[in-house]
């Protein structure tokens, strides 16, 4: 489920964008209304261009395109800075560092949103727009959800004092289990936070909309509980275990985070159900084995968020394509007794676009994190593949080559030579030439 390396890409997203009952203009005949339609059809496109600036003349629609892909350059590059290995880990923000993950992201599928509105609204089909947008002119000001960066973290700020309240009306003091008792009451029962068991919504995989709904990823929770209690003074720590991650605060008591009261112990409390599953590893911890294992760094935590959203993006983009795993390919390029094959680029299966790319995206991302992780890389070059990005799909595949081990290096090899012909085809055919190449 979750872990401190890579994980291979798990579950879908689609946002419904545009209104189901369309209105379209009839070009198929002509009547006396037919001044009317063309009014009507100035209205909408009026009203859309306030709404969708990509609508207004070319000039603007060059605009914000380089509107757009700075916003995307400074999110990536804030996300850089934030987990940049120049700095401690202890003072690599979590939230912000996904915030900026969202941001990017959010960029990317508003922009898309607006080009897409424009192809319908040429096409004469009637696009539903927001008309309560908010205008923003940076990341920082851009709305995730109905709030802004900061106004997210300022959320978590809310939870902490929320906290702090339930803590001052029952007299408590500071003892390290009252205090997580009371960030349990506020969490999973007041602001009633649960954990998602499988990857199947976006609102489950990005920071902002698990604060808003209430539900999420384990690690996503564990992250909330993580920046809660940071801001209360307490430092959590975690650790992979299995297939899950777990979460507990820095104590040299941890037996008395076991003890069970009213049915569950407070570390069960904490991780959720996998601490009492007995087909878990993680229901074989004690007090004494929590010491002996290895502490997760934020960079690390951010990593498995990061692997998530490349997992989820990528059964997104391949729920057509039943099955289909990131490195089918290679097996058939590898395969000695199949016959000299033309390249065909039809046959690389067709994915969701936006969704893949958004698999991109994370994993660039976690590249930052993991420079020399292979299995990254390659799993990252199979993606360029899959998006028709040969020349790019080459170097990546190429750089992992020099990381991988060397059986791995030789069934990457063929894929990789008949990848760079691929791509001395696509470039023979943009010239204009149609005959195929073979590859032996």
Sequence with gaps: MLCTVYCMPAVSMVSQTFAADHFFIRYDHHHHHDHKDLRRWRSRT??????????????????????????????????????????????????????????????????????????????GIDVCSSSNA??????????????????????????????????VSRDIGCHLVEVLQAVNLVLFELRGFKRSPVLVDS????????????????????????????????TIVGSRVGEDFLIWPQTTYPEELFKVTSGHSLFAVVNGRCVEDPRSMASDLTGSSLLGLEIASNRDIVGIALANL??????????SNLGLMLTSPLRHAHNADEKPNKIDKPNVPLLRPQDLKLAIMASERLLILQPHNWALRRDHGMMLYYNREYGKAVQELSICMAFAPEEEAELLEPFVEKLHLMRLESSWKSLGHTASMTVK
């Design 134 to 167: 908010r205008e923003w002119d940076s990341v920082e000001q851009m709305p995730l959800d109905g709030k802004t960066i900061s106004e997210w973290l300022s959320e978590l700020d809310a939870i902490a004092k929320e906290v702090e309240a339930e803590l």
């Design 46 to 123: 009026t009203a859309a261009a306030s709404a969708y600036p990509l609508f207004s003349n070319p000039k603007a629609s060059s605009s914000r395109h380089k509107f757009y892909q700075e916003a995307l350059k400074t999110a990536r590059d804030k996300f850089a800075r934030e987990i940049s290995f120049q700095s401690e880990d202890k003072d690599v923000s979590l939230a912000k560092a996904l915030l900026y993950v969202a941001a990017e992201d959010e960029t990317f599928m508003v922009f898309n949103r607006e080009m897409d509105a424009c192809s319908f609204l040429n096409e």
């Design 310 to 319: 490349i997992r989820f993006h990528w059964k997104c983009a391949s729920r």
């Design 203 to 234: 609102k489950h995989s990005y920071l902002h909309l698990v604060l808003s709904s209430g539900c999420g990823s384990a690690i996503l929770l564990s992250i909330i509980y993580i920046e809660v209690c940071r801001r209360l003074g307490l």
